[in-house]
């Protein structure tokens, strides 16, 4: 069983709209959740999440953990062509520091 | 800060041929590297973990013997892909991190690999 489950797989809006990206995980000895941007080559980091309710922003992008529910949202307002790109979860457990990634979405924005 | 380099960017060779990648932090002390690879499509495996100045750690199904990891600084890892087959072509990223501080992973810009 997946232990990052993301969704959609695949999203395609037009310019301007709201996004929210899923990202569930599983919980036992959860310890941390990130989010990551792939373009063309490797990820970039967004956001890193270990407490419950608290919002994470940079610009048109925003995070949040729920732990009692166990997922995450990735929110991108006013979407620009520029968003375009694979979003990948990634959760981390117990005391190891490797990464597991979901599936990614694959966020496609037409002018 | 936290820039993770990666050369080369894109490696075609034969069949045999053994393929050495680099992962280098730029600016910080990079205490853990790991190696993913990646498939068209798909999201990114995690095939070793590597601390320097011992030897790593492979995932389960990963060849040691055909991967061969080399961390002998706190900036540079190495990856060579022994006696390297077409099956072994992909998109291999690495990434760094310094576990003295609470810092996520940053990604190198990874190499494809394609083996004729």
Not at chain 1, 8 to 17: A, F, N
Not at chain 1, 29 to 38: A, G, H, P, V
């Amino acid at each position: 069983e997946d232990k990052v489950v993301q969704s959609p797989l695949s999203l395609v809006v037009h310019e301007g709209d709201t996004v929210t990206l899923n990202c569930s995980y599983e919980v036992t000895n959860f310890r941390s959740l990130l989010w990551y941007k792939q373009e063309k080559k490797a990820p970039t980091f967004l956001f890193m999440l270990t407490s419950s309710g608290i919002e994470k922003k940079s610009g048109r992008l925003s995070s949040i953990l729920d732990k009692k529910e166990l997922f995450s949202i990735l929110n991108i307002t006013a979407t620009q062509t520029g968003d375009s790109a694979v979003y990948l979860c990634a959760g981390t457990w117990g005391g190891s520091e490797k990464l597991v990634f979901g599936k990614g979405t694959k966020l496609t924005v037409n002018p | 800060g936290a820039v993770v380099s990666q050369h080369p960017s894109w490696v075609i060779c034969k069949s045999g041929t053994s393929v050495k990648i680099e992962c280098r932090s730029l600016d910080f002390q990079a205490t853990t590297m790991f190696w993913y690879r990646q498939f068209p499509k798909q999201s990114l495996m995690l095939m070793a973990t590597s601390n320097e100045g011992s030897k790593a750690t492979y995932e389960q199904g990963v060849e040691k013997d055909k991967f061969l990891i080399n961390h002998a600084s706190l900036t540079l890892s190495t990856l060579t892909v022994t006696s390297a087959h077409p099956e072994d072509s992909s998109f291999y990223i690495c990434s760094a991190r310094d576990l003295r501080v609470a810092q996520p992973q940053h990604f190198g810009d990874g190499t494809r690999l394609s083996i004729l």
